[in-house]
């Protein structure tokens, strides 16, 4: 891999106090420059530690599962024709 190529960015950041937790602010420019948008992978190797974008997900398709029960509301059986009435 040629290293003279890749664009480096590279700002100093104080580490905050968020409630018991500790945080970073990402300025704009660091932020446009890695890609990351809502969610991010943190992995720490060797004390340091690497922020990624993570990938991001798709929500899951449930209308199969509301096809399935409009189908069950659909069905009728003895019951509901000679024993049920409003």
């Known amino acids: 891999m040629c290293y003279n190529k890749i664009k480096m960015t590279s700002v100093t950041a104080k580490v905050r106090r968020i409630g018991n937790s500790r945080g970073v602010l990402f ?12 969610n991010v992978k ?13 990938p991001e997900t798709t929500k ?10 409009n189908k069950a509301l659909m069905i009728s059986n003895k019951f509901d024709e000679t024993e049920w009435t409003w």
Do not use: H
């Open 60 to 69: 899951k398709d449930w209308s199969y599962f509301k096809k399935e029960k």
């Open 27 to 38: 300025p704009k420019t660091i932020l446009d420059a890695s890609g990351i948008k809502d």
């Open 42 to 54: 943190i992995t720490v190797k060797n004390k340091v530690i690497l922020i990624s974008a993570a």
